[in-house]
């Protein structure tokens, strides 16, 4: 299962640029792995990790952010169609990683 979060963040005054920043970083802390500007992914092995990681989330919203999360199949993963610089790229999922 994937989560793909996507987010708009007030960056208007300099204290709402760290608030952002240290969301981005609360989201790099938390295994995401960043998609474009203010997407990010993370893969979950299922649906009681992927609620641990919304419900974590969820308590770190900065004030005045929204934030939607989608989560989906690793087949659906796999139906990504991607283009970076005009060239098709298609995904693939990741290797299953083993901890200690």
């Known amino acids: 299962m994937w989560l793909?979060?996507?987010?708009?963040?007030?960056?208007?005054?300099r204290e709402e640029r760290k608030t952002a920043t240290r969301f981005r970083l609360f989201l790099l802390d938390q295994g995401f792995e960043m998609a474009q500007l203010s997407?990010?992914?993370r893969y979950c092995g299922?649906?009681?990790?992927?609620?641990?990681?919304i419900r974590r989330i969820k308590e770190r919203i900065p004030l005045g952010g929204k934030v939607d999360i989608l989560n989906f199949t690793d087949?659906?993963?796999?139906?990504i169609v991607s283009f970076d610089t005009g060239s098709r790229k298609s995904r693939k999922n990741p290797a299953q990683y083993v901890l200690f």
Do not use: I, R, S
Request: net charge negative; proline share 4%.
């Open 4 to 13: 793909l979060l996507m987010f708009d963040l007030p960056v208007k005054t």
């Open 46 to 53: 299922g649906k009681n990790e992927a609620d641990t990681y």
């Open 39 to 41: 997407v990010y992914m």
């Open 75 to 79: 087949k659906q993963y796999e139906q």
